[in-house]
């Protein structure tokens, strides 16, 4: 009898320790699903560095036509 009582306890126990173990390991796996959401988030909303650079020298050839434009305009002023 008493180690039919041994055996309900021990079944019990194990029983919850397996439905905890069971939750943290799909938690676990739910927090991965994020963390792998979020890098793609991530990815998708920053640019790298050749977008940047390219974006860079564009603003650049764009401050280049307005000093020549400028230049332009010195200089005609200059001759009136």
């Known amino acids: 009898m008493e180690l039919m009582v041994w055996n309900i306890v021990l079944s019990a126990v194990i029983t919850i320790m ?5 939750s943290k390991f799909d938690e676990i796996s739910r ?3 994020l963390i792998n959401r979020t890098r793609e988030e991530v990815a998708r909303d920053h640019i790298t560095r050749l977008e940047f ?3 860079m020298q564009q603003l650049m050839d764009r ?3 307005l000093e020549r434009k400028i230049d332009c305009l ?3 002023q200059g001759h009136d």
Do not use: E
């Not at 397996?18 to 069971?22: C, E, I, T």
């Open 74 to 76: 010195n200089g005609r």
């Open 53 to 55: 650079r390219a974006d």
């Open 18 to 22: 397996g439905f905890l173990l069971k």
């Open 31 to 33: 927090l991965g699903i």
């Open 63 to 65: 401050f280049d036509r």
